[in-house]
């Protein structure tokens, strides 16, 4: 079951034209078409289902620079920056709180695993640092569960992933722009050797760009264009609980759950160790190229072979653009959550602090995860077709990076000086010849 999203009306119509059509209206999506808009950019956005209705909703809501992969710390900093401003934006409350985060450490063993990345937090002034038990008890108060210490950010903040994507949209129509929902994009038309249109279900748009933020959909529509762009999904298990008096305020994660403070009062809980992989007919296809990171993630995956590898084994995977698509059959990606998880966390949250002793839950959720070899996304052109632009494969960081990575890819369509060192998302690193590297990510 979808947690409840704030609604986007369609825009009424859409354009023939437009300097940029981007395709996907999660937070990436969302983020990219309004920095294109104040860049001056003619801008619609075609989302097949609704706004922020999958991933984008479904996180947790943590907006963290802590635990970072050291490529992606720069991104997540200047996103920070953002995500400060974006309620006068966005002309809304999006439930941005420097809250503080916090990772249990439960044996000093735990505490020395974080030296190697503090070095990278020291060489970009993060502020994250090591506390002691008695320094948790400060930050998180009453909690019962015995532990060696914490790495702790207090910067780091939490926002609410129901409100945040629909409000950027609806700040991009106040602006002008086009917010097509229920509007699946089937294809791209080239002329020249270069983009020049968009398909969609309910017609042609001319452009001169466009970039695809279709999260877990990108690989599918990628491919259908011919390039082989390395995705695979993970099942993202969340609940959220009604309102609870005295519980933290700064978020946390332990071995064996993880939780956020809400702006409701309730708390969004999962289990913060383990993810469940959804084996699909292309995780055979991709095995070889994903190796390393299962080599190296293994004791925090669970493989699990269910509905979805049905579904995806019968959806086509190249159509015409006067074809019904995958995208069109599934508006929007719906997943049973994995309940043992959720279980396990609850139980165990209810042990680690008092306060949740009693809490009620209210509903339960999953989510499909775009993850990459190397757990890093694409944010890039693609070389082999000018006027097309990939922003994808968030693996799980894509609340945090969002309005960031909307800058970003909004500097490299209009040709402006990147916010940041484009180079560790190029999507040409997969087909390149250079070294798929994984880091050790918490």
């Known amino acids: 079951m979808s947690p409840p999203v704030d609604p986007v009306s369609s825009s009424p119509a859409l354009p023939p034209r437009a300097d940029v059509v981007v395709i996907g209206g999660g937070i990436v999506g969302v983020s990219t078409a309004l920095a294109l808009l104040r860049k001056g950019h003619s801008v619609v956005l075609c989302e097949k289902g609704r706004i922020g209705g999958e991933q984008s909703s479904r996180n947790w809501g943590w907006c963290r620079a802590m635990g970072r992969d050291s490529r ?77 210490g914490a790495l702790y950010t207090r910067t780091d903040a939490r926002a609410e992933p129901a409100v945040a994507a629909p409000a950027i949209a609806r700040a991009l129509q106040s602006l002008g722009g086009t917010v097509m929902t229920e509007c699946a994009a089937r294809s791209v038309e080239t002329a020249a050797g270069r983009v020049s249109g968009v398909v969609t279900e309910k017609g042609r748009i001319a452009c001169d760009a466009v970039v695809l933020a279709g999260g877990s959909w990108s690989r599918f529509f990628a491919g259908n264009l011919g390039f082989d762009l390395p995705q695979l999904k993970v099942l993202g298990s969340v609940l959220r609980t009604k309102p609870l008096e005295g519980g933290p305020e700064s978020s946390a994660a332990g071995s064996d759950f993880a939780f956020r403070k809400r702006a409701d009062g309730g708390y969004t809980v999962a289990h913060g160790g383990l993810s469940t992989a959804e084996i699909t007919p292309d995780s055979f296809r991709l095995f070889g190229a994903f190796l390393p990171a299962l080599r190296k993630e293994w004791r925090g995956i669970r493989l699990h072979l269910g509905q979805q590898f049905l579904t995806e084994m019968r959806w ?61 996304p694409v944010i890039s052109n693609v070389a082999a077709l000018p006027g097309f632009f990939i922003a994808t494969g968030f693996s799980g960081h894509g609340f945090g990076l969002g309005p960031g990575a909307g800058r970003l890819m909004a500097d490299l369509v209009a040709g402006d000086t990147p916010i940041v060192d484009p180079a560790p998302f190029r999507f040409s690193r997969f087909s390149d010849g250079s070294k798929v590297t994984v880091e050790a990510g918490f």
């Open 72 to 148: 992606e710390i720069p991104l997540i900093q200047e996103s920070l920056r953002i995500w400060s401003g974006l309620d006068q934006v966005a002309g809304q409350d999006l439930g941005f709180r420097k809250c503080g985060i916090v990772y249990l450490c439960e044996t000093e063993a735990e505490m020395q695993g974080y030296e190697p990345w503090l070095e990278h937090a020291r060489q970009h002034q993060i502020g994250s640092r090591l506390i002691t038990a008695k320094e948790v008890q400060d930050v998180l108060p009453g909690l019962a569960r015995k532990v060696a």
């Open 316 to 376: 086509k995977r190249r159509w015409k653009a006067d074809e019904v698509t995958p995208f069109e059959q599934i508006r929007v990606l719906d997943p049973v959550p994995d309940n043992r998880l959720l279980d396990q966390a609850m139980a165990n949250l209810r042990k680690a602090h008092p306060a949740f002793a009693g809490v009620v839950e209210a509903q339960r959720w999953g989510g499909l995860i775009d993850v990459t070899p190397d757990a890093v």
